[in-house]
């Protein structure tokens, strides 16, 4: 599988993961706690719920995992610092 070759899926796994934490550092820095330690890929936060909904409105896409306000966000492979720099100022402007 092409997966398997010159460790496409480790590059694939650390590129998510990276995404992230990066996503992480920026939701922390705007007020928001983690509900569960980030382990990989995922996150599950602690969101206003007003500033979640503006934000699938604006066409992001992510649910809520639990009542009342924990959010679950995934970052994949073709995530990119942009992206997560676009939805980090996106959150902070949602949260005003």
């Known amino acids: 599988s092409a997966l398997l070759a010159d460790d496409t899926w480790l590059k694939n796994a650390r590129q998510a993961n990276e995404m992230a934490r990066l996503l992480e550092t920026k939701l922390r820095a705007a007020g928001c706690s983690l509900a569960f330690p980030r382990e990989a890929n995922a996150l599950f936060l602690h969101l206003p719920n007003d500033a979640a909904e503006k934000m699938q ?26 992206e997560v720099e676009m939805f980090a100022t996106e959150f902070m402007a949602a949260r005003a």
């Open 57 to 82: 409105t604006r066409g992001w896409h992510f649910y809520r995992f639990l009542e009342p306000d924990v959010y679950r966000l995934m970052c994949a492979w073709s995530t990119t610092s942009a």
